[in-house]
T-cell receptor, first 114, second 112 residues
Framework: NAGVTQTPKFQVLKTGQSMTLQCAQD?????MSWYRQDPGMGLRLIHY???????DQGEVPNGYNVSRSTTEDFPLRLLSAAPSQTSVYFC?????????????FGSGTQLSVL | GDSVTQMEGPVTLSEEAFLTINCTYT??????LFWYVQYPGEGLQLLLK?????DKGSNKGFEATYRKETTSFHLEKGSVQVSDSAVYFC???????????FGAGTTVTVRA
């Protein structure tokens, strides 16, 4: 199994540009989520989904959109990139929405906004 | 809201030294508690977890005990190796929603 696959691994954007970070999992996981990792702040939840067609906001959703049209895919869209969105982004999934479930993480996307 | 506070780093140790990383939490209900580890250039992976008070999670020589009375989940390892160099994150999962809250992370470097 490939697990959780994120693309691209690195991206540089100019302020105001838009882009989509891709996330796919091949484990038939019910729950998917996006986090951003910033120095000294740990991981902060951006958006999450408890199943196809269902998404909700996390702690820091502003400037980001998500959709979950299939169980496998959970893309994260940056509408108009800002330097404050420079970060490392992780997609994660779990088998169910139960709160004691293990999260499986992708290898991350390092995004720089100039 | 729920939150996790963990010991700030960085922590530098010699091989075979004892490691403790403190983690305390604030939660309204009965959360599940986790330690995740991030090796250089990789995503996070689960190290261990505990789902109720007095549970002890253990894996790869690491241990942590869910202490409700002190709201703590400290990570310990008796004898670290160079391969344990990583960033360690404490996290909690609130049973009333679908969100996992992470601490800021502690960078551990083990020298040979």
């Amino acid at each position: 199994n490939a697990g959780v696959t994120q693309t691209p691994k690195f991206q540089v954007l100019k302020t105001g540009q838009s882009m989509t970070l891709q996330c796919a999992q091949d484990m038939n996981h019910e729950y998917m989520s996006w986090y951003r990792q910033d120095p000294g702040m740990g991981l902060r939840l951006i958006h999450y989904s408890v199943g196809a067609g269902i998404t909700d906001q996390g702690e820091v959703p502003n400037g980001y959109n998500v959709s979950r049209s299939t169980t496998e895919d959970f893309p994260l869209r940056l509408l108009s990139a800002a330097p404050s969105q420079t970060s490392v982004y992780f997609c994660a999934s779990s088998r169910t929405v139960a709160t004691n479930e293990k999260l499986f993480f992708g290898s991350g996307t390092q995004l720089s906004v100039l | 809201g729920d939150s996790v506070t963990q010991m700030e780093g960085p922590v530098t140790l010699s091989e075979e030294a004892f490691l403790t990383i403190n983690c305390t939490y604030t939660a309204t209900g009965y959360p599940s508690l986790f330690w995740y580890v991030q090796y250089p250039g990789e995503g996070l992976q689960l190290l261990l977890k505990a789902t109720k008070a007095d549970d002890k999670g253990s894996n790869k020589g690491f241990e942590a005990t869910y202490r409700k009375e002190t709201t703590s989940f400290h990570l310990e390892k008796g004898s670290v190796q160079v391969s344990d160099s990583a960033v360690y994150f404490c996290a909690l999962s609130d049973p009333t929603d679908y969100k996992l809250s992470f601490g800021a992370g502690t960078t551990v470097t083990v020298r040979a």
